[in-house]
Structure formats: structure tokens, C-alpha cells
């Protein structure tokens, strides 16, 4: 998800005002908004422990561009994640944001944070009030970690069928349009709460395009390696979808020759019910993304 380089701020400042806040009630100096129940867990040395141990890890797996992070290495970077609880990201379940019940008017401000940032990977917090929706957008040649420390949102992800598209058999194109729609299949289509594991998507498989739905107020580390790169040729791409069976009008399938030649495709048209037409489309105009400071426990990458 690329993040905008304007937007509304209301979002920003509710964690912003919440985080201070609790920092006062707490006689805390500076740091990030951690709870009380950090604090009895080893306070602000053990979270920032945490996160410092899997900007370690994450400095090691990741390797640069063109690289994916090996079954154990995801295993680790996984396992670290599963275990991140939010007040080792400077995050507590009491802040403001994350009891709000009230509507938003207009489209919720999601709001961004960068943790770190270099280019092998990044690590980033995505704050989504109620409501809020990250639309569907792919993650070019990326591994990303996703790990789900509060709130509740619903998932839906694809890949494509044929990660080198071949025209003939899983595109389909307007007579009055460049644009194409692309075969893609259904990966994930599942709500997630807090706490729970992990999630991964990689360059061509684990759902490497994916749309978030909030359904409670939600925060999010989000691992990319590498990060989004306009000059590496690594764009956010958002698309629309369509179901498989209800394509736009207008628009013709080119299936020439697939049943006899390729078992896959037989295989797809059994199970048509997971497919869908993917759709380039602009970054939504509804999308609102603002990016704050990282206030949670600092990490050190000397
Ligand atoms: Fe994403």
C-alpha cells in the first residue's frame, strides 16, 4: 500500500492525543504510549527489547531486492510476530483510538507510522479506525509480514492464477479498452482478531494482493521486504474485482484452447466460486492515508 502524501489528519492526532495523554497519567518523560500493563511486564527496556530483537532479525532475513526469506527465516521473523504484543510497539488497548465507537464522517483516516526503514526492508504500524478500508493493492515483488496486535479486521486476498500472464488463457479484455482484467484466485476471505498469528504473503503466492476491512479499530505491523520503490520499478498497484461468473459487460474472455491444453485451467473452471477478475484502477480517491511519527520503544540499528 503506497501511502499518500496528503491527508485529513483526524486519525493522526486521535492516537497522537491518546498517546500523550497517556504518557502524562503515566509520569512517563517521553517514549511511547505504554501501558500499565507493559510497565509490569518489564516496562519500556522489555518492549524495547522486542522490537529490537526483530529489527535484528529482520536485518538479517532480509537481503535486498530479488531476494525471499527462506522457510526457517520465515519461521523466525513469524514466531518473533506471533509473540509482539502491542505495548512493545508503544501501544496500549486503553488508548482513546482503539475504545472509539462513534462513526466517522466521511471515510476514516487511516493513519501510518514508519518504525524503521531501509532498503531491504521496512517495518511499519497501519492504524485503521472502525470502518476504514485498505482497498485491494499488490505488493510487487515483496515478502510481507503481517502481524495483527489489535482490533479486528476482515481480509480478503488473491493471487494470480498465472503469475506470468499468457493472454490466451487467463486474461480478458474490452474491444474499447487497453485495460485488462486478470484471472486471479481467492487466497483469503477471513476475519482476523486480536490476538492472532502472523500472516505472509509472498512475491507470487500467500495472497500477494489483499484488501483490509476494519471492523474494530485496528493496528497493524506490517514487515516489507524489500519496501515499495517508485525508482525499483516497486509501485502500489490497486485494483477492483470482479466475481469470475459477473465480468463486466462488454468484456470478452480469451480461453482459446485452454481445456484442451492445460490441466490448470481445468482444474480453475472447477472451482469458480475462489476466482475473480482483478482490474487495474488509480488510487482511490476515498483513500485517506496520514503518516506521524514513530513514538513507540526506540530501536538502535548500530
Ligand atoms: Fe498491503
Redesign the pocket.
Known amino acids: ?1 503506497k501511502v499518500g502524501e496528503k491527508g485529513d489528519v483526524v486519525g493522526a492526532e486521535e492516537v497522537e492525543r491518546a498517546a500523550v495523554a497517556k504518557r502524562r497519567r503515566a509520569g512517563e518523560g517521553g517514549g511511547g504510549a505504554v501501558g500499565r500493563r507493559g510497565r509490569r511486564r518489564g516496562g519500556m527496556q522489555g518492549a524495547a527489547a522486542g522490537v529490537q530483537r526483530l529489527f535484528q532479525a529482520c536485518r538479517h532475513v532480509f537481503r535486498g531486492p530479488g531476494t525471499v526469506p527462506k522457510p526457517d527465516e520465515v519461521h523466525l521473523l513469524r514466531a518473533m510476530l506471533d509473540r509482539m504484543r502491542p505495548e512493545d510497539v508503544g501501544l496500549s488497548p486503553d488508548l482513546k483510538f482503539f475504545r472509539a465507537k462513534d462513526a466517522t464522517q466521511g471515510p476514516p483516516t487511516i493513519t501510518h507510522t514508519t518504525i524503521y526503514k531501509c532498503p531491504n526492508f521496512s517495518m511499519v504500524i497501519l492504524f485503521l479506525p472502525r470502518n476504514a478500508v ?1 482497498p485491494l ?1 499488490n ?1 510487487p515483488g515483496m515478502t ?1 509480514f ?1 502481524k495483527l496486535v489489535l482490533g479486528s479486521m476482515h481480509v480478503k486476498s488473491y493471487d494470480w492464477v498465472d503469475p506470468e500472464p499468457d493472454t490466451s488463457v487467463s486474461s480478458c479484455s474490452s474491444s474499447s479498452s487497453d485495460s485488462e482484467l486478470r484471472l486471479a484466485k481467492l487466497v483469503v476471505d477471513d476475519v482476523f482478531t486480536a490476538p492472532c498469528d502472523t500472516s505472509v ?1 509472498y512475491p507470487t503466492t500467500g495472497g500477494n494482493m ?1 484488501r ?1 476491512t476494519a471492523i474494530a479499530p485496528c493496528a497493524i505491523i ?1 514487515i ?1 521486504g524489500p519496501p515499495y520503490s517508485i525508482e525499483e520499478d516497486r509501485d502500489c498497484t490497486y485494483y477492483t474485482d470482479f466475481a469470475y461468473t459477473h465480468r463486466p459487460k462488454g468484456w470478452f474472455v480469451f480461453l482459446f484452447g485452454a481445456a484442451d491444453d492445460t490441466g490448470d485451467l481445468n482444474n480453475v473452471e472447477q472451482d469458480q466460486a475462489r476466482l475473480a477478475w482483478l482490474k487495474e484502477i488509480d488510487m482511490p480517491r476515498e483513500l485517506k492515508i496520514c503518516s506521524v511519527q514513530y513514538r513507540g520503544p526506540p530501536i538502535s540499528d548500530k
Do not use: A, G, Q, R
Request: aromatic share 10%; proline share 0%.
Open positions: 500500500m485498505i493493492h505488493h510481507v503481517s504473503l489483499h483490509f506490517d516489507l
